[in-house]
C-alpha cells in the first residue's frame, strides 16, 4: 500500500503470471505479474456524498498532497490517520509546508473534516476511522479476488504488507480475512527501489501446442522445450549473462478439451501432469472431472539468471532473549471504536526476538506500523517484523442503530453486496463450458433482497440485471414453500424472463440461525442454443415463442440438493425445436448454480460478521440511498418527448419507440410514459415488460451518475406508464427473441435522447448466429457511441469500436474463435467516418469479415440499416449499417431489411 494504489498477488510458493491481462481498461496479451490493483492508497480522497463515506478513487497526489502536508490538499487516508493518533507529527521530518521546512499539521487535517463533524454529528476521530474502515473493505475485497475467488483458503496464509502506508492496516485487513499472521520484511516500504536492485535478467516465450496429453504428446513438448530453451539463452549470452549463470524454468498449460480455462503444471509425465491437473481444476471449481480428455494448450519457457547471493546490512549481535519491550512513548490513539493508552517503540530499539503487545505502534524510518489490540509483533533475526494474533477481540456491533444507517457501514454494504456478485460472476466465468459465457461474458450475477428486489449486481449485462428481478418474484410467487437447498431455473419472458436464451437460475439464502430466508442470490446465461427453428436459436423470422426455443417456466433445477440432469434433458429434448448441445446446456446450468453457491456462502460469511438484523437492515438502506439520489436529481429533469424511429420489419411495417418524461410533484416522481409506441408486432422485436423497466433503470442510473451500485431503488421515484399490447408490453405466444437485444438498445436511445443527454449509439447489437447440428455460436457486434452531454454541461464525444448501454460482452478472441469453429476471421477493423458529426462526432462503427470453411446457417438480427441512428441537438445521425453476404463466386448480396 502506497500513496495512491493498493496493488495485491497471490504467492503460493511461485510467482504467478498472467498471459492476458487488463490495464486501465486495456486487454493486454502479454506475460505479466498476476497484479491487482486499487484505488487505496495513502493519499486517497475522502469524501462525504450521497449519504456515503467513499474513498478515493482520486488522489491527491504528491501535489498538494494530503491536508496535513501543508499545502492546502483535500482530506486523505494519511489525515484519517493522522486524526486518530497513529500517524504522529514529531516521528516525521520537517519536510511539508509551502517552504518544506514544516511538520505534518493535524490542525490542518481536522479544519479539513470539520464540515463533516458537523454534518454527521459524530467526533473527528470516528469518522476518520469510519473511512479508515472502508479502505479496509476495498483492499480486502481486492484481495478476495486474486486468491478466495480462484479457490485457495486465505485463513492458512501469511499477509505479507509492503509500502509505506501498509504497516497500518496490516492487523485490520488479517482480521477481515481470518488471517492471524503478518510479515513486514526490513525493506518493506522501500519495495520499488530494492526490488529493481535485485531483478535478474530474464526472457519468456510460449508457444501453442493443442495437442491430446499423452506418453507420445510429452516427447513433442520435450523437444519443444529444448528448442525454446536455445532460443532464450542466446538471448542472455547477447546481454553479457555467462552460461553457467543460466538456468530454465519450464510451465506446461493444460486445459480440458471443452473449455479455454488453462491450469499450469511442471514439466513431468503425462500422468503426474494430469493428476496436478485435477488437483488444481477441482481446488478452483469445486468438483472433480472424470475421464476427460485433457489438451496440452501451450508451453512456456523462462530463462535467467541464476539468483545471487545479497550482502545485506548485518543486524545487530544481541543474546536472542524473549523480551517485552518498553515504549520510549505513551500516546492516546483511536482504535475499535474507542482511545487507547497505546506504546509507541522504536524500531532500532528492538532487539531479536523482542516482543511487542498491542495496542502499539512501531517506529522506523520510512514506515509505523500499527499492533492492534489482540495483537503482538515480535522483532525476528533479519529485522523483520511479524505480527501474530494472540486473541480474537470482537468488535461490538451494537453501537450501530438499525433505525437509520451509518455512514461509514452504508459504503461497507454497498461494496460487500456487489463484491459477492462479483465473486459469483467469476466462478460462473471459469466454470462454464460455452464460449458464449466463459469468452463473451454474456451473463450476470446478482443479489436480491427476500422480497425480490434488487440490492446490487456485478457490472455485467444491464439488459439481464434490470430485468432479473421479475424473475426472482415469479419465483417468490410460485411456491408456496422454499427450502434451503432447492434451486430455480426459467426463462419464459412472460412470466418475469427475457428471450429464450437466457435461463435464470435462483437460489434462496436462509439464515442459519432461524431459518428465515433473508436474500435471494441468480445468475442469468446465455445459452449458445435452446433449441429454436435455427441453430443459435436466435431465429430472425420467428413468429411464435415455441419457434424460439425450449420455454422454461418455475422449473426446480436442484431438489434438496440434487440436481435433476435426468428431467433438464427431457426439458430440453421435449420442445418443438429441442435444443442441440444438450451436454454444453447442462455445464453451463451447473456452472450457474456453483454462482449460487458460491454467492449463499459469502453472504452467509457476511451475516456472520454483522449479524443477520444489521444485514437486514442495510438490505434496506442500500436500496433506500439510491432512491435518495434519484430523488436529489428529479427537479433537473424537464418535461420531454421523442419519437425514436426504428427500421421496418421483415413485414414491411413500421416501427416506433414513443415516450414521453414528465414529473410529478405529489409524491415527487419522473412518469415514463410509452403510449404511442407501435402495437405487438406479428415479427420477433417485442420487448417484455422486465426488458423495457431494464432499459429505464439503466437510463435512470446513467442521469444519477456517480458511483452507485444499480438495484431497485432507483426506480422507486419512477413510474412506468406502459399500454398493454405494445410492442414493448407484448402478450403470449408473441416471438420476442429480438426484443431482449434490440428492442431494448432502442428503449435506452430513446430515453436518453428524451433526457437530452446523449445521442444514439448503434443502437443495435448486431446479433449474429451461425451453426449446423454439430457447431452453434452467437455473438453480438460492437459499434460505436453518441457524443453527448456531462452534467456540467460539457460536450464529449462517442467512443469507437465497444460494446454500449443494454449489452455489456465482448467479443470471443480470434484465436479461440478459429480454433473451435470452422471459420476464419478476416477482417476486424474500425469503420472510419461512420460516426455522426457535429459539434462533438459520435464513434465509429467496426467492419467484421468472417469466412465460412464448411455449410452453416447464419442468422441475423439488427437494426439500423434503413434508419440512422440519430443525432442530438442538431447533430447528424451516424451511417447506416451494412450486412454483405460475399458468396464463393465472388457475388454480393447486401441484406436492408434484417
Not at 454462482?595 to 454483522?610: H, Q, R, S
Not at 438490505?619 to 439510491?626: P, Q, R
Not at 458529426?837 to 440499416?865: C, D, Q, W, Y
Amino acid at each position: 500500500m502506497g500513496g495512491t494504489s493498493t496493488d495485491v498477488c497471490h504467492f503460493s510458493g511461485q510467482y504467478e503470471r498472467i498471459f492476458k491481462g487488463q490495464i486501465a481498461g486495456i486487454r493486454l496479451a502479454t506475460p505479466m505479474m498476476n497484479i491487482h490493483t486499487v484505488a487505496a492508497g495513502g493519499g486517497s480522497i475522502l469524501t462525504y456524498s450521497s449519504g456515503r463515506l467513499q474513498v478515493g478513487p482520486e488522489s491527491a497526489g504528491a501535489e498538494p498532497g494530503p491536508a496535513c502536508y501543508g499545502n492546502g490538499g483535500p482530506l486523505t487516508v494519511t489525515d484519517a490517520n493522522v486524526i486518530t493518533g497513529r500517524l504522529r507529527p514529531e516521528f516525521f521530518l520537517a519536510i511539508f509546508g509551502k517552504s518544506g521546512d514544516q511538520n505534518l499539521n493535524i490542525k490542518e487535517s481536522r479544519v479539513a473534516i470539520e464540515s463533516i463533524v458537523k454534518k454527521l454529528n459524530k467526533s473527528p476521530e470516528a469518522i476518520a476511522e469510519d473511512w479508515l474502515s472502508v479502505a479496509i473493505q476495498n483492499m480486502v475485497s481486492a484481495i478476495k479476488k486474486i486468491s478466495v475467488q480462484r479457490g485457495y483458503n486465505v485463513s492458512t496464509y501469511c499477509l505479507t504488507v509492503f509500502g509505506g502506508a501498509g504497516g497500518q492496516f496490516a492487523c485490520s485487513i488479517a482480521d477481515k480475512l481470518g488471517i492471524d499472521r503478518c510479515l513486514l520484511h526490513s525493506k518493506a516500504s522501500l519495495l520499488s527501489a530494492y526490488g529493481i536492485g535485485l531483478a535478474r535478467i530474464r526472457r519468456v516465450k510460449k508457444k501453442t501446442i493443442e495437442k491430446l496429453l499423452t506418453d507420445e504428446s510429452v516427447g513433442l513438448l520435450e523437444s519443444q522445450i529444448s528448442i525454446l530453451t536455445q532460443k532464450l539463452s542466446s538471448e542472455l549470452l547477447d546481454q553479457g549473462v555467462k552460461m553457467v549463470e543460466i538456468e530454465a524454468e519450464c510451465t506446461i498449460f493444460l486445459k480440458l478439451k471443452s473449455s479455454d480455462t488453462t491450469f499450469p503444471t511442471n514439466f513431468q509425465s503425462s500422468q503426474i501432469m494430469r493428476q496436478d491437473f485435477e488437483r488444481s481444476f477441482k481446488k478452483q471449481f469445486g468438483f472433480s472431472i472424470e475421464d476427460e480428455s485433457i489438451i496440452i494448450d501451450s508451453i512456456s519457457v523462462e530463462v535467467c539468471q541464476k539468483e545471487f547471493e545479497i550482502e545485506d546490512v548485518p543486524q545487530k549481535t544481541t543474546k536472542k532473549t524473549k523480551s517485552k519491550m518498553k515504549a520510549f512513548s505513551t500516546e492516546r490513539t483511536f482504535i475499535d471504536g474507542k482511545w487507547h493508552t497505546c506504546k509507541f517503540v522504536r524500531k532500532e530499539d528492538l532487539r531479536s526476538n523482542d516482543c511487542v503487545s498491542g495496542p502499539a505502534i512501531i517506529i522506523e524510518a520510512f514506515t509505523s506500523i500499527l499492533v492492534k489490540p489482540g495483537w503482538e509483533a515480535e522483532h525476528i533475526d533479519d529485522g523483520s517484523i511479524f505480527l501474530r494474533k494472540r486473541e480474537n477481540i470482537r468488535t461490538q456491533r451494537n453501537e450501530f442503530t438499525k433505525s437509520k444507517p451509518d455512514p461509514m457501514l452504508l459504503e461497507v454494504f454497498n461494496n460487500v453486496f456487489m463484491s459477492i456478485a462479483e465473486q459469483m460472476g467469476v466462478i460462473l466465468e471459469n466454470t462454464a463450458q460455452s464460449v458464449t459465457i466463459k469468452e463473451r461474458l454474456d451473463f450476470s450475477c446478482a443479489v436480491f433482497d427476500s422480497f425480490g428486489n434488487l440490492i446490487a449486481n456485478a457490472p455485467h449485462m444491464p439488459v439481464h440485471v434490470g430485468s432479473m428481478e421479475a424473475s426472482i418474484k415469479t419465483v417468490i410467487k410460485r411456491n408456496q414453500t422454499i427450502q434451503e437447498q432447492d434451486i430455480f431455473a426459467l426463462n419464459a419472458p412472460y412470466d418475469g424472463g427475457t428471450h429464450l436464451p437466457d435461463i435464470t437460475v435462483v437460489k434462496p439464502v436462509l439464515n442459519q440461525s432461524d431459518g428465515k430466508l433473508i436474500f435471494f442470490v441468480a445468475s442469468r446465461g446465455h445459452h449458445t442454443d435452446v433449441g429454436g427453428s435455427t441453430p443459435g436459436s436466435m431465429p430472425p423470422d420467428s413468429r411464435h415463442i415455441d419457434d424460439e426455443g425450449v420455454y422454461i417456466e418455475n422449473f426446480k433445477l436442484v431438489d434438496e440438493g440434487h440436481f435433476k440432469e435426468k428431467e433438464v434433458m427431457n426439458i430440453f429434448l421435449g420442445a418443438k425445436y429441442p435444443a442441440r448441445s444438450i451436454d454444453v446446456n447442462i455445464a453451463d446450468l451447473r456452472a450457474q448454480v456453483a454462482a449460487c453457491e458460491k454467492g449463499e456462502k459469502e453472504l452467509n460469511l457476511l451475516i456472520d460478521e454483522y449479524g443477520s438484523e444489521l444485514v437486514r437492515a442495510y438490505t434496506h438502506f442500500v436500496n433506500e440511498n439510491a432512491s435518495d439520489l434519484v430523488k436529489s436529481i428529479l427537479y433537473s429533469i424537464r418535461p420531454s418527448s421523442y419519437v425514436y424511429k426504428m427500421d421496418d420489419d421483415i413485414d414491411g411495417n413500421q416501427r416506433q419507440i414513443c415516450v414521453s418524461v414528465g414529473l410529478q410533484n405529489s409524491p415527487l416522481k419522473a412518469i415514463i410514459n410509452f403510449s404511442g409506441t407501435t402495437s405487438q408486432t406479428r415479427t420477433n422485436f417485442n420487448a417484455p415488460e422486465p426488458v423495457t423497466r431494464a432499459a429505464v433503470l439503466y437510463a435512470i442510473r446513467i442521469l444519477v451518475g456517480g458511483e452507485i451500485p444499480m438495484n431497485a431503488g432507483l426506480m422507486s421515484h419512477v413510474e412506468i406508464k406502459l399500454p398493454k399490447g405494445t410492442m414493448l408490453s407484448p402478450e403470449y405466444p408473441a416471438a420476442v427473441i429480438a426484443g431482449n437485444v434490440e428492442t431494448s438498445q432502442a428503449v435506452t436511445s430513446a430515453l436518453l435522447l428524451a433526457f437530452g443527454v446523449q445521442a444514439a449509439s448503434q443502437s443495435t447489437m448486431n446479433n449474429i448466429t451461425w451453426g449446423n447440428q454439430k457447431y452453434q455460436y452467437y455473438e453480438t457486434i460492437c459499434g460505436g457511441t453518441g457524443a453527448g452531454l456531462h452534467a456540467n454541461g460539457k460536450v464529449y464525444a462517442g467512443t469507437s469500436g465497444v460494446h454500449s448501454h443494454m449489452t455489456n460482452s465482448r467479443l470471443t478472441d480470434p484465436e479461440v474463435l478459429e480454433l473451435r469453429f470452422p471459420v476464419i476471421l478476416e477482417e476486424f477493423s474500425l469503420r472510419k467516418g461512420s460516426g455522426g458529426s457535429g459539434f462533438a462526432r459520435g464513434g465509429n462503427g467496426v467492419v467484421r469479415k468472417t469466412r465460412f470453411l464448411e455449410p452453416m446457417t447464419f442468422s441475423i438480427i439488427s437494426g439500423h440499416r434503413m434508419v440512422p441512428p440519430p443525432g442530438l441537438q442538431g447533430g447528424l445521425g451516424g451511417s447506416l449499417g451494412e450486412t454483405i453476404l460475399i458468396r464463393k463466386n465472388g457475388g454480393e448480396d447486401c441484406f436492408k431489411s434484417l
